[in-house]
C-alpha cells in the first residue's frame, strides 16, 4: 500500500513563503517520478511542479516559475515545493502524487498514487 503524506500548508500573507512536504512509504521512493497539484474552490486540479526520479529533471506550469521550486531527498523519501512570493491565486489545496514511472510528467491522469491534501491559503 503506498501512502503520501503531505504537510506544511496554513495561512500566511501575500509575499510570504511555505514549503509543502510530501513523506512516501510502501514504494521505492528513489524510483519514481513525483508531481505536485492543486485545486482551487470551484475549480479542476490543476498542475503546479514535477520532478524526475533523480531530481536531474522538473517541470513547472507558467505561473509558479520563479517562485516555486520542487526538490526531492530520495534518503528521506520525501518531496518538498518551496513556494515564494505568494499571492492569493495561489490558495488552493495541494497534492502530492507519485508516478509508477521514474520521468516525471505534468498530467494528473499519469499519476497512479495521491496524498489527501494540505490547504494553502494566502491572505491579501
Known amino acids: 500500500q503506498v501512502q503520501l503524506v503531505e504537510s506544511g500548508g496554513g495561512l500566511v500573507q501575500a509575499g510570504g513563503s511555505l514549503r509543502l512536504s510530501c513523506v512516501v512509504s510502501g514504494r521505492t521512493f528513489s524510483t519514481i517520478g513525483m508531481g505536485w497539484f492543486r485545486q482551487a474552490p470551484g475549480k479542476e486540479r490543476d498542475f503546479v511542479a514535477s520532478i524526475n526520479w533523480s531530481g536531474s529533471t522538473t517541470s513547472y506550469t507558467d505561473s509558479v516559475k520563479g517562485r516555486f521550486t520542487i526538490s526531492r531527498d530520495n534518503a528521506k523519501n520525501t518531496v518538498y515545493l518551496r513556494m515564494n512570493s505568494l499571492t492569493p491565486e495561489d490558495t488552493a489545496v495541494y497534492y502530492c502524487?507519485?508516478?509508477?514511472?521514474?520521468?516525471?510528467?505534468?498530467?494528473?491522469?499519469?499519476?497512479?498514487?495521491w496524498g489527501q491534501g494540505t490547504q494553502v491559503t494566502v491572505s491579501s
Open positions: 502524487a507519485a508516478r509508477r514511472y521514474s520521468s516525471n510528467s505534468d498530467y494528473a491522469f499519469e499519476y497512479n498514487y
